[in-house]
Structures are given as structure tokens and as C-alpha cells.
């Protein structure tokens, strides 16, 4: 799977959008890029995912470049309770069985600030 | 909502012993995972399962076991807990391809002392 980068911690003001970006620049046609997201003690949530269409749910929405060489997270309304460490993964689509595991890497830590 | 139930959240438990973790989905999921999570480290692969009685090892498989003889349910064996050991331990899931969403547990934090 494609390495991904991220900035490793990042601030947002309660109820502005946050932002977070990655760069997967060595990603293949066959990635997807994934989003989870991780608050202290808990095991990580599922976010968003996509190929290479910009992708929207009721949590966030993901825009990845046309070259898909890098995507950003967006969380439009930020809360409190969405500080946590957010993970941008690449993966393969794939029926092997060894590839359907998710590499997770260091992350983002966001934290959002009254 | 896809729900992975991990059946101890807090153990503690004495060097020696054997210690299984359970893990449950109730989404007919194909793919079944263990990792741990550890400070500095992030989350490492120990075991998956694409089918029943079906095991494959991870990144970090020794010292652990898992059996897997229903499709919902697959367990973490430590044979002989050692204070290496302590840990949070995840358990996710997922359909098919590796293509499809990996779903999480909460988390089962395991203390060897």
C-alpha cells in the first residue's frame, strides 16, 4: 500500500471547518484513500472513503486532486468532540487475502478549541 | 450499523496465564482482524481471518493464537501472557475485497503484570 503524510497535529476554533490534508503521492490507480479517525481509548471510526471522486457523507467530505496525489478531509462544522487523531490510509482493492489488511500510520492530531 | 463487539474492555491479568480475547460482528462480514495498538508504535497486524477456520498471520503474530470456527466470531489466544503482552488489542471487520470498509471494536486494554 501507498505511504501516506500528514502533518502531525493541527488546531481548529469550534465551529470553523478543519481542514486536514495528506499526500499519497506514490498512490496507484487501484487505491483508495480512507479516512478513520481515533479518540483517546476508543477503537478507530470509519469516516469517508474514495477513489478519485470527491466523496460526501454526513460526517465530513473528502476532495482528492485530480492527480490524486494528495486529498483533504474536511469536517465543515467543527466540535469539540471531534478531537481525536485522524488517519489518512491508502489501500489497494484487491481479493488477495494478505491486502485486506489497513496499515495505519502516525496521523493527525486534531484538537478543536473552544 | 455494522457493530464489532469485543467482550472484555479492561483485563488484567498475572504472567502464565492463558488469556483469550472474544470478538463478535453481527454483519456477515467475510474478513475478521486482531491488532494491537501500542504508544509510538501505532496499530500492528497480529492475525486476520478471510474465512472460516481460515487464519493468516500478521505483522507481529508471535506469541498469539486465534481460532475462527464461526463466521461472526473470531478470538485472540495469548498461550502464556507475558508483561510484553499488555497492550490495547482491536478487533475489526470487513466484507470481500480488500476494497470494502474495515470496521472496529472499541478496544479490550490488557494488563499483564
Known amino acids: 500500500d501507498a505511504k501516506t503524510t500528514q502533518p502531525p497535529s493541527m488546531d481548529c476554533a469550534e465551529g470553523r471547518a478543519a481542514n486536514l490534508p495528506c499526500n499519497h503521492s506514490t498512490i496507484s490507480g487501484n487505491e483508495y484513500v480512507y479516512w478513520y479517525r481515533q479518540i483517546h481509548s476508543q477503537g478507530p471510526q470509519y469516516i469517508i472513503h474514495g477513489l478519485k471522486n470527491n466523496e460526501t457523507n454526513e460526517m465530513a467530505s473528502l476532495i482528492i486532486t485530480e492527480d490524486r496525489k494528495s486529498s483533504t478531509l474536511i469536517l465543515p462544522h467543527a466540535t469539540l468532540r471531534d478531537t481525536a487523531v485522524y488517519y489518512c490510509?491508502?489501500?489497494?482493492?484487491?481479493?488477495?487475502?494478505?491486502?485486506?489488511?489497513?496499515?495505519f500510520g502516525s496521523g493527525t492530531q486534531l484538537t478543536v478549541l473552544p | 450499523d455494522v457493530k464489532v463487539t469485543q467482550s472484555s474492555r479492561y483485563l488484567v491479568k498475572r504472567t502464565g496465564e492463558k488469556v483469550f480475547l472474544e470478538c463478535v460482528q453481527d454483519m456477515d462480514h467475510e474478513n475478521m482482524f486482531w491488532y494491537r495498538q501500542d504508544p509510538g508504535l501505532g496499530l500492528r497486524l497480529i492475525y486476520f481471518s478471510y474465512d472460516v477456520k481460515m487464519k493468516e498471520k500478521g505483522d507481529i503474530p508471535e506469541g498469539y493464537s486465534v481460532s475462527r470456527e464461526k463466521k461472526e466470531r473470531f478470538s485472540l489466544i495469548l498461550e502464556s501472557a507475558s508483561t510484553n503482552q499488555t497492550s490495547m488489542y482491536l478487533c475489526?471487520?470487513?466484507?470481500?475485497?480488500?476494497?470494502?470498509?474495515?470496521?472496529f471494536g472499541e478496544g479490550s486494554w490488557l494488563t499483564v503484570v
Open positions: 475489526a471487520s470487513s466484507q470481500g475485497h480488500s476494497g470494502n470498509t474495515i470496521y
Open positions: 490510509i491508502v489501500r489497494v482493492a484487491s481479493s488477495s487475502g494478505s491486502a485486506r489488511q489497513l496499515t
